[in-house]
């Protein structure tokens, strides 16, 4: 009887996997010789622009001191690291002889030319909600660069992982290929604002947690999640901020890296503000559209009638551990950090964050408060202008005494536990190769 059963298993798991293949098969596009620059019109090319740069195509195709779009920036998934593809015109290791066809699939429905599965980590099922003219348009961009031939490294998904054709059992399940839909009962900025996070820049990528198999948790989007040791906080209404993330405050955050009310851009953040929506080419129009679709999510007009209170608190703490020598925790903030974190206005100064409005110690986590503390923020790490030093000399009980401190002086919240320990794993993490 067990014998059957396992056999009866075997021959249903067998018909799955076969099915799987069979419908993976796609198509192999015959290669063009590479379009002429000339044929694309400067608009659609300066469109297409404007497009590559709000959706931060170079942070995942452009490795740490490489040339821009010729792949090689490595993405960690749970499943392995998958290398960003080399995205410029060079006909033998970039996309210079796709058609436009293989190009829409690819974005589309996550097919090479060649008809092989692409993993996942690159979004399709975000971009899959572009417009053709915005496709059209990062086409044409992309063939008039420079073409630069780059091969990448192999990423390193073990198998059978990495067998392409089994990407169509996770499509089955997670995708769904389809356009961008309006929410008729918004303005017209709000949805710019959600198409542009939804489908270009793919905010759901980084801040919507993940189920086992690597896709977005349904029911949870902008829920927060961990990207690369780093929590990317909630963007809801279960936004930790002690105060609500304005229109005007947020189209700051996402134009400059910084906020006085917030705190400045760092970790995985960075490159989508500095390399991104920061740069000139992007329109203000896009970037306040963007602050409305979230500022609406996160309710915040309903809460900021609150801010000048919350923030005129948090001033009072400014100055806090100023001649309290009795006190170890507090002289250690003293020693280490005051002089970069003290404001004496009513406003903060962005450019010295004020720890008791920075999600940083509201969260449930310590992780972020621990790793920039390890780290510190280097001049292109954060906010323009805006560095911080690492303190990894410190001991991992000196930097839990500063978090306990911080946590119950700066913040409402119950303490953290087990601080000395979280500050060992992260020590640990932050050291290890990626």
Not at 32 to 58: D, M, T
Not at 215 to 243: F, Q, R, T
């Amino acid at each position: 009887m067990i014998r059957r059963i396992a056999i009866a298993i075997l021959a249903v798991a067998f018909l799955g996997l076969a099915s799987v293949l069979l419908l993976s098969r796609r198509r192999v596009i015959p290669p063009i010789e590479r379009s002429s620059p000339e044929s694309f019109s400067a608009e659609s090319i300066a469109h297409g622009e404007a497009l590559a740069a709000a959706g931060h195509c170079a942070s995942c195709h452009t490795r740490p001191g490489g040339q821009y779009y010729a792949g090689g920036y490595g993405v960690n998934t749970p499943f392995g690291i998958v290398y960003g593809t080399n995205i410029t015109p060079d006909p033998k290791t970039g996309i210079g002889t796709w058609p436009l066809e293989a190009f829409l699939r690819a974005m589309r429905d996550g097919v090479a030319r060649d008809g092989s599965h692409l993993f996942p980590a690159f979004p399709y099922n975000a971009y899959t909600k572009l417009t053709d003219d915005d496709l059209k348009a990062l086409y044409a961009y992309l063939m008039t660069r420079q073409p630069v031939s780059a091969t990448v490294p192999p990423n390193t998904v073990p198998f059978p992982l990495s067998v392409r054709a089994l990407q169509e059992g996770w499509k089955i399940l997670l995708f769904r290929s389809g356009r961008f839909q309006a929410n008729p009962a918004k303005s017209d900025e709000w949805n710019r604002g959600a198409y542009l996070a939804e489908a270009l820049s793919d905010c759901s990528g980084c801040h919507t947690p993940r189920n086992s198999l690597g896709g977005e948790k349904a029911g949870n989007a902008y829920a927060g999640a961990v990207v690369d040791g780093w929590i990317a906080p909630a963007l809801d209404e279960a936004n930790p901020s002690p105060v609500p993330w304005t229109q005007e405050e947020l189209f700051s955050f996402l134009r400059t890296g910084t906020s006085a009310l917030h705190g400045a851009a760092g970790a995985t953040m960075t490159p989508v503000i500095r390399d991104a929506l920061a740069l000139a080419v992007v329109p203000d129009s896009d970037v306040r559209a963007i602050a409305v679709y979230f500022s609406d999510m996160d309710h915040a007009a309903a809460r900021a009638s609150g801010v000048d209170v919350v923030v005129r608190e948090a001033l009072t703490t400014s100055d806090l551990a100023v001649g309290q020598s009795y006190d170890a925790d507090a002289d250690l903030y003293a020693s280490a950090c005051i002089s970069c974190h003290y404001n004496t206005g009513s406003v903060p100064l962005p450019a010295r964050p004020e720890l008791a409005l920075n999600s940083a110690l509201t969260l449930s986590e310590p992780t972020n408060f621990i790793r920039v503390v390890l780290k510190g923020v280097g001049s292109s790490d954060g906010a323009p202008g805006l560095v911080m030093p690492a303190y990894a000399s410190l001991t991992d009980g000196e930097i839990a005494r500063l978090a306990a401190y911080l946590r119950r002086t700066r913040t409402p919240r119950p303490p953290w536990n087990d601080l000395e320990k979280k500050v060992a794993a992260v020590r640990r993490e932050s050291a290890a190769p990626h």
